[in-house]
């Protein structure tokens, strides 16, 4: 018997229209709802499918209270016996932060399968309908656990994706490390790498009022810093605080000074590289002060942050 797939739409590129005649790079992200996208591909007819529309926005607009939501929703359905996997239909602009999210606090022994699209549903080269088809084939594939992602036919883990172009239709990269695998024009998956394991935090760590998370904020480390945002972040009462570090996760010194002269404050650091890829291995110096997010970009590192000082508060 074939497991069911829940399909949960949150808006997107992938639900996007244009006006008539836009280009595919002007139009409304979020507009179709998620029964619309499934009706529109004809791969998905007769399958054992259920959708729910769970939000509808352009993904930049992510707030807190959807992720709480779709970590809520994600694990109910996830714990239903018939249910094989979840696809999550989403923007594309931090899919890459929703995916670590639902891993870290989930690492869930179901698939559970994030895809958009860079081109609009009203496009005549839409990429949405073939993603969203590969997405399912990935939520019922027979051993597949974790959040993956799946755009262009490539399959990525969650640690490891993230958008490397602005508006090419394959916007999306692993890294040095390389994708999980491959469906073919068919949708015939062939796994390239083992997938991953790491423990989730649990479903609780997202209890509570969202407008009490634990604030988190990045702060670029570029030439010419002069640590001024350091202080007004702490004055502001900044929980945690992500460097989007130079290189190996170096830190300019205005801005090492700035976090010394703010320790009063007690906010977390941790370094990010904002090299586009690679992870930061550890070297002795000034910056080593403050841990490392190894190969999570600024943004993940970000959801990393705010997650750890979560649980710190349940404890
Ligand atoms: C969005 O992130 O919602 C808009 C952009 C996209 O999906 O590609």
Request: charged share 20%; aromatic share 2%; hydrophobic share 45%.
């Amino acid at each position: 018997m074939q497991h069911k797939v829940v399909i949960l739409g949150t808006g997107g590129t992938i639900a996007g229209v244009a006006s008539e005649g836009a280009s595919d790079l002007q139009y409304r992200a979020g507009m179709l709802g998620v029964d619309t996208l499934v009706a529109a591909v004809p791969a998905l007819q007769g399958q054992p499918l259920e959708s729910e529309q769970l939000a509808q926005l352009d993904s930049k607009d992510m707030t807190h209270a959807v992720w709480q939501q779709l970590g809520r929703r994600v694990h109910h359905h996830l714990v239903r016996p018939e249910v094989g996997g979840v696809v999550v239909t989403h923007g594309t602009d931090t899919m890459e932060e929703t995916a670590w999210l639902l891993q870290r606090v989930l690492a869930p022994a179901k698939p559970v399968v994030i895809t958009g699209a860079m081109r609009p549903a009203s496009s005549r080269q839409a990429d949405g309908p073939r993603n969203l088809a590969d997405a399912v084939v990935l939520a019922q594939e027979p051993g597949a656990h974790g959040v993956l992602v799946v755009m262009g036919g490539v399959v990525h883990g969650a640690a490891d994706v993230r958008k490397v172009h602005a508006h090419r239709i394959d916007a999306f990269s692993s890294g040095e490390v390389g994708p999980l695998g491959r469906l073919d024009d068919e949708g015939r998956f062939q796994r390239a790498r083992a997938w991953p394991a790491s423990d989730g935090l649990g479903i609780a760590v997202l209890d509570g009022d969202v407008g009490a998370w634990p604030t988190v904020e990045i702060v670029t480390s570029h030439a010419g810093a002069s640590g001024a945002l350091i202080e007004a972040l702490a004055r502001n009462g900044t929980r945690g605080l992500v460097i989007a570090a130079t290189g190996n996760g170096s830190v300019h010194q205005a801005i090492e000074l700035a976090l010394e002269r703010a320790a009063w404050a007690d906010m977390a650091v941790m370094r990010a590289t904002r090299c586009g890829d690679g992870a930061i291995l550890e070297v002795e110096g000034a910056s080593a002060a403050w841990p490392s997010a190894g190969a999570l970009t600024p943004a993940k590192a970000r959801v990393e942050l705010m997650l750890r000082l979560l649980q710190a508060s349940s404890a």
